[in-house]
Nanobody, 117 residues
Framework: QVQPVESGGGLVQPGGSLRLSCSASGSILVIRAMGWYRQAPGKQRELAARIDRGGSIIYAESVKGRFTISRDSAKNTMYLQMNSLNADDTAVYYC???????????WGQGTQVTVSS
């Protein structure tokens, strides 16, 4: 029933920046946490960044110091500011939303990020 929608992906050169957005504002729900996962070709899906109901944040070691996760709770919208991008950041980035009341997990369709010269 809840379908998160991602936007902001695209092609960027190494060292460049992108800002991803994920919105669940079309649904009425209380969110326990929202996070960004990514999956590169031939690799398993991994957590990039997560922010929970209380504002606690976790980053993958590979993105610390380069990525910043934030949210607008009133709009049920989450952002990922990605700086100093490199080829290892190339992946499909998926928005993950956890329902506070039911514990159900919702996934977006993903947005492609390609870092290439």
């Amino acid at each position: 029933q809840v379908q998160p929608v991602e936007s902001g992906g695209g092609l960027v050169q190494p060292g460049g920046s992108l800002r991803l957005s994920c919105s669940a504002s079309g649904s009425i729900l209380v969110i326990r946490a929202m996070g960004w996962y990514r999956q590169a070709p031939g690799k398993q899906r991994e957590l990039a960044a997560r922010i929970d109901r209380g504002g606690s944040i976790i980053y993958a070691e590979s993105v610390k110091g380069r990525f910043t996760i934030s949210r607008d709770s009133a709009k049920n919208t989450m952002y990922l500011q990605m700086n100093s991008l490199n080829a290892d950041d190339t992946a499909v980035y998926y928005c993950n939303v956890e329902n506070y009341v039911t514990g159900h997990i919702y996934w977006g369709q993903g947005t492609q990020v390609t870092v290439s010269s």
